[in-house]
């Protein structure tokens, strides 16, 4: 029989090829399964950073996170393993007998494998522990590039950086600390209890003194550490919400600080009488310190502060509170931005028709197209291609005709739910874009009652990101793009080119889509373009940065750039008041909690090429100053933004409604706040769809709470701020603007006289310069809404409106803009009507009103005529509508007799005279018209629809006569 070493042995090579090969590939297809598209997604971000020129960002942000991870993770390893280690120094060496039974029965299970599960379980711990603090990176990154505020918190003279920047850290930190102390103090009993340091002998366990020490070091930690949490809190309690207004105020100062105080001296005292048992064991009197603590946690804390709000502060708040007003008032002017509004005095005279035609300009800018109620509009006429949307409106300005006019622009996005080919290949290869832009001036309408609208020339019309844009393209590839003016295939290099095979499957295993590998149309010089949302893109390079929910579409340079307003923000602004229900945007970026909003970034994202530019317009923002030590290269200075750009700034508006709101209450001197003395309130807003009869004010706020809430006005719509070109009062120049008016404030909402608007300006020169225009006359004008309301209910133009509005086919009346127009020393409102049929708006009258009159007509000089006899000026707003309607820059107004001939341009047209059978069509239309009216005198609803209805076939057949 041969021996054992006469056997042949499998040798390494066989063992690698057999079972290890198995185990291999099965350990790679479970990576590849569960961790592979993480990683494919991980490897597209850096290529996606690395095309932008952004790697910077991208690096610099996994680099905080890995800090974070690794300095966390560290720390409660070395806290749990040094504890482990005291634990397994402190074990008796023999283990007893009389332990717990459960214990004996954990060391039969684990055995030598004991300190292992001991050790691993610390890790497993300090990995959850360590993940979450990872999310902190923005807070870390503020902690460690802090700067400094020019104001200090007026309580304890602190910097307000030191609230903004280091304070959430710290108090992270900390919170995290405790948290992690808890926790190995479990881990440290827990390995006692195991290594045989509790013995149950009796009833009553016996704790050996190594154990009873090393747990007393570890309260007495933790008592310290909390001690240092109490000290924190009170800077936190700087934006505390107990007060009539937020701040620290009396209870707090008075009451809340010193309990935070007292409890900090009981918990270091705790701490040391948990460290005195290590040479006295004697445990009585720290835990009688520990119920004293909560004893003063409760009381102190709790009840004392609620005691003092009650029974000293409320019978006598505005004495108690005066001075804790007066740091709130100051520091939300200064967190807002609204400490610096320049104030002018303004009184309106009653205007006659020579007042006015000596000051047409202000009537001429005018805004008679709204953008939300023109959408439908501009969709029904201009976005009519297969593929392409019209999704939103925003206003503007641009030089037509050699002057500059504000105007409403859009963009033709691209549309992928109507795109004709709905393949892999026309999804991704073949509409790939949006085209080009459509305006139209915001104040002149055709005579058809549609807007003048004009294609700006661009060299790059092509829109490959947008808002509304989604999913992935893929350019440059065999498969020819939508044309979009002439142009082919896309030459730009925003994407990442699909070199090689590898980055084809990593792009598809990113986006679980097996066709960018399988297509034979893609070649190695075709570039990917994803995150092609313009709030993605930002999104994604500056995430610590609040973006507006309205980008807008600027023509610079022959492309297009989409413009976006960015915001620093904070809610640790010591004592300044937060936004909270201030009435914003549906798609806002501001946040109700925030105290403190700077507008400090013009963001903009080429529509061609994806290129994103930061540029810091207030770079003495020390936020803004923070963030740019962080990336220092993200941001480019204001001052080189092209002037071709600049001149397309807008204020941005969700700003302006939070300062107005509280530029509303806090103009007011502190002395005054409490009582309202001289407070505003924004204006109530006038309804876009017609009022069958006046609304009564809103409900209004209980007046009992006066004296312990903050007095506010009704939760009714507020007066929505709106671009014009309006007229610097001083410097009598036109400037770009956004207004808002203000009534005097109320509880109720029953004062509704204008009491004073203000505007910011946009243009270069003086961007962001406030002005608020005070009224100082006895009475003052009527406001927007009483004007409103007011019109609506004039015996002349109720019946006019309920022409207009027709339930029964459908079509509806809209109101645009109340806007209040300076008008030599007179006020004059203008607000257009639009009928709305089968969802798609069009312009088609105009309500002007002064001194309590209001009448309505289809042009503005015909208004002003009614309203100021003898008027005979032009303001113009209506124009000929051009000879080619996909082209207005026309100014040809086409011939002006319904025969074709050409106007006699040596004598004035003569009106036209009707005969014959037309004449008796007229005749009868008239007749019908009266009967109409009679009927809806008498409120006969049905009766007035017959003979309106009678009337229209009697229309129709005099359009007939006349044609023949």
């Known amino acids: 029989m041969a021996s054992d070493t006469d056997v042949p042995r499998p040798g390494f090579r066989s063992r690698i090829t057999g079972r290890a090969i198995l185990i291999a590939l099965g350990a790679l297809l479970f990576v590849v399964v569960v961790f592979g598209r993480a990683i494919a997604n991980f490897y597209v971000s850096a290529l996606w950073h690395d095309a932008l020129g952004r790697s910077d960002v991208f690096w610099g942000q996994i680099g905080a996170k890995i800090t974070l991870f690794v300095m966390f993770l560290l720390i409660f390893l ?21 332990v717990h039974p459960y214990v004996e029965r954990f060391h039969e299970v684990f055995g030598h494998r004991l300190r292992l599960l001991r050790y691993g379980t610390a890790l497993i711990l300090a990995l959850m522990l360590a993940l979450p603090a990872a999310s902190r990176w923005q807070e870390w990154l503020l902690f460690r590039n802090s700067k400094s505020f020019p104001d200090s918190d007026p309580q304890f003279g602190v910097n307000v950086g030191f609230y903004v920047f280091e304070l959430p850290f710290l108090t992270f930190a900390i919170d995290w600390l405790f948290a992690a102390l808890v926790i190995v103090l479990i881990l440290t009993i827990a390995a006692h209890l195991l290594n045989g340091g509790v013995l149950f002998t009796s009833a009553t366990p016996t704790v050996r003194s190594s154990t009873k020490v090393h747990v007393a070091v570890l309260l007495a930690i933790l008592a310290a550490v909390k001690a240092g949490d109490y000290w924190l809190s009170r800077y936190e309690l700087t934006n505390d919400t107990r007060g009539f207004v937020q701040g620290a ?80 008032v100051e520091a939300t002017r200064a967190a807002m931005g609204i400490a610096d509004v320049e104030t002018v005095p303004i009184e ?55 002057d500059v006019e504000q105007v409403l622009v859009t963009a033709r996005e691209l549309d992928l739910n109507n795109i004709p080919n709905k393949s892999w290949q026309g999804e991704h290869l073949v509409s790939t874009r949006g085209c080009g832009l459509v305006l139209a001036s915001a104040s002149q309408v055709t005579e058809a009652d549609r807007p003048d609208y004009r294609t700006p020339e661009l060299d790059r019309p092509q829109l490959y990101f947008s808002p509304s844009i989604s999913g992935y393209a893929i350019v440059g590839t065999e498969v020819n793009e939508t044309p979009c003016g002439g142009t082919g295939q896309y030459e730009g290099d925003a994407g990442v080119e699909m070199s090689s095979f590898f980055r084809r499957a990593v792009f598809a295993l990113g986006f679980l889509d097996y066709n960018i590998v399988g297509s034979g149309a893609i070649e190695s010089d075709s570039q990917i373009l994803w995150n092609r949302s313009v709030e993605d893109r930002l999104e994604t390079l500056a995430p610590f940065l609040d973006y507006d929910g309205d980008p807008y579409p600027v023509a610079v340079d022959g492309g297009v750039v989409w413009v976006v307003d960015a915001y620093t923000s904070t809610g640790r602004y010591p004592y300044a008041q937060r936004i909270g229900d201030v009435q914003l945007s549906r798609e806002t970026g501001l946040s109700s909690s925030d105290n403190y909003v700077r507008n400090s970034v013009k963001a903009t994202v080429d529509a061609y090429t994806g290129e994103v530019t930061f540029y810091a317009i207030e770079d003495e923002d020390p936020i803004l100053q923070a963030w740019s030590s962080a990336f220092p290269d993200l941001f480019t200075p204001g001052d080189e933004m092209p002037d071709e750009l600049r001149e397309h700034l807008r204020y941005p508006e969700d700003l302006f409604r939070v300062q107005t709101d509280l530029y509303s209450k806090y103009q007011i001197a502190p002395q005054n706040f409490f009582q309202r003395i001289g407070a505003w309130s924004v204006a109530q807003a006038p309804s876009v769809d017609r009022r069958e009869s006046t609304v009564t004010a809103a409900t209004a706020s209980d007046p009992t709470n006066v004296q312990t809430e903050f007095a506010s006005e009704s939760d009714a719509e507020r007066f929505i701020p709106y671009y014009t070109m309006f007229r610097d009062e001083e410097t009598g120049e036109e400037e770009f603007v956004i207004l808002r008016p203000f009534v005097p404030f109320s509880t109720d909402d029953r004062r509704t006289e204008l009491q004073a608007y203000m505007t910011a300006s946009s243009d270069p020169d003086t961007y962001g310069e406030m002005t608020t225009y005070v009224v100082e006359q006895d009475p ?93 000026g032009e303001v113009g707003e209506r124009i000929p509508d051009p000879d080619d309607v996909g082209d207005g820059d026309s100014d040809d107004p086409g011939d002006d007799s319904e025969t074709g001939e050409p106007a006699d341009t040596d004598e004035p047209d003569e009106p036209s005279v009707i005969t014959g059978d037309a004449a008796e069509l007229v005749s009868q239309a008239e007749a019908l018209y009266n009967e109409a009216q009679d009927l809806l005198r008498d409120g006969d609803l049905g009766g007035y629809q017959q003979k309106i209805d009678q009337m229209g076939e009697v229309l129709a057949a005099l359009a007939a006569e006349l044609d023949s």
């Open 78 to 98: 070395v806290m749990a393993f040094v504890n482990l280690w005291f634990a397994d120094r402190a074990a008796p060496t023999e283990f007893p007998a009389n």
């Open 249 to 328: 105020t009396y209870t707090v100062v008075n009451a809340q600080i010193p309990a935070l105080m007292l409890l900090v001296l009981i918990a270091l005292t705790t701490s040391v009488l948990f460290l005195s048992t290590i040479r006295f064991d004697r445990w009585r009197l720290p835990i009688v310190a520990s119920g004293l603590w909560l004893v003063v946690l409760i009381g102190g804390a709790v009840i004392y502060p609620a005691l003092v709000q009650s029974l000293v502060v409320q019978p006598n708040q505005e004495e108690r509170e005066s001075v804790y007003i007066a740091r709130n």
């Open 348 to 402: 309106f005279q009653r205007l006659t028709a020579t007042d006015v035609e000596s000051d047409l300009e202000p009537i001429r800018n005018v805004r008679l197209l709204n953008p939300t109620q023109m959408l439908p509009r501009f969709s029904f006429d201009r976005g009519e291609v297969a593929g392409l949307k019209i999704d939103d409106l925003d206003v503007d300005r641009y030089e037509l005709d050699g």
């Open 780 to 872: 003052l004008p009527a406001g927007p809404l009483r004007v409103a309301d007011q019109a609506e209910s004039d015996s002349d133009i109720s019946p006019e409106l309920s022409l207009l509005a027709n339930d029964e086919t459908g079509t509806q009346v809209k109101f645009g803009d109340m806007q209040p127009i300076p008008v030599a020393d007179g006020l004059v409102y203008i607000r257009p009507v639009y009928v709305v049929a089968s969802d798609v708006t069009e312009f088609r009258l105009v309500i002007v009103s002064h001194n309590n009159r209001s009448v309505m007509e289809e042009t503005l000089d015909a208004a002003l005529a009614r309203l100021f006899p003898g008027y005979e």
